[in-house]
Structure formats: structure tokens, C-alpha cells
């Protein structure tokens, strides 16, 4: 998933991500968030991994998959705050 500002989208030649994955974990909350896979074009049950934030090269992003729902992204946007602490 996508986590970087839209300013940086032209300029900058890395792309800030959280990975998804289909490894789930049930009852990770704070560090992982929970996809349906009926939700969001996935085949599989998957999981945002908050803790796992990393610049990739523009180069990588081949494909989109899916969309999240606005209430999805609220929660990886609210992990992602408590996880770096920025506490905004």
C-alpha cells in the first residue's frame, strides 16, 4: 500500500510503501491491518504491515492491484501514527 504524500508522487524517484500480506495474523491489531479479500481486489485474506514501512524504487510499482476503503486507510493512517509516534 501506497503511504507517501501526493507532492513527492512526480519528483522523487522512490515510493513510500507498507506491504501487504496473506500471511495474516489474527489479533495483531496495532501492527497489522486486516483486508477481506472480498474488499480491495485481493484473492486473499491480507494484512497492511504497518511495521514494515520502506521506500521502493518507482520501477517496482508495475500494476495496481486494488483500492482500499476510506475507512481502511483511516486505520493504516492511525497505526502508522501510533507505530512512529508522531501523535498528529
Known amino acids: 500500500m501506497i503511504v507517501q504524500s501526493n507532492l513527492l508522487n512526480k519528483a522523487h524517484p522512490s515510493t513510500l510503501i507498507?506491504?501487504?500480506t496473506s500471511k495474516v495474523k489474527k489479533?495483531?491489531?496495532i501492527l497489522r491491518?486486516?483486508?477481506d479479500k472480498s474488499k480491495g481486489g485481493l484473492k486473499k485474506e491480507s494484512a497492511v504491515m504497518i511495521d514494515q514501512v520502506r521506500a521502493?524504487?518507482?520501477k517496482s510499482l508495475v500494476k495496481?492491484?486494488?483500492n482500499l476503503?476510506?475507512?481502511l486507510e483511516e486505520?493504516?493512517?492511525e497505526n502508522l501514527k501510533?507505530?512512529?509516534d508522531l501523535g498528529i
Open 18 to 20: 507498507c506491504p501487504v
Open 27 to 29: 489479533g495483531v491489531t
Open 33 to 35: 491491518v486486516a483486508i
Open 56 to 58: 521502493i524504487d518507482n
Open 64 to 66: 495496481k492491484i486494488g
Open 69 to 71: 476503503s476510506r475507512e
Open 75 to 77: 486505520k493504516v493512517k
Open 82 to 84: 501510533i507505530v512512529m
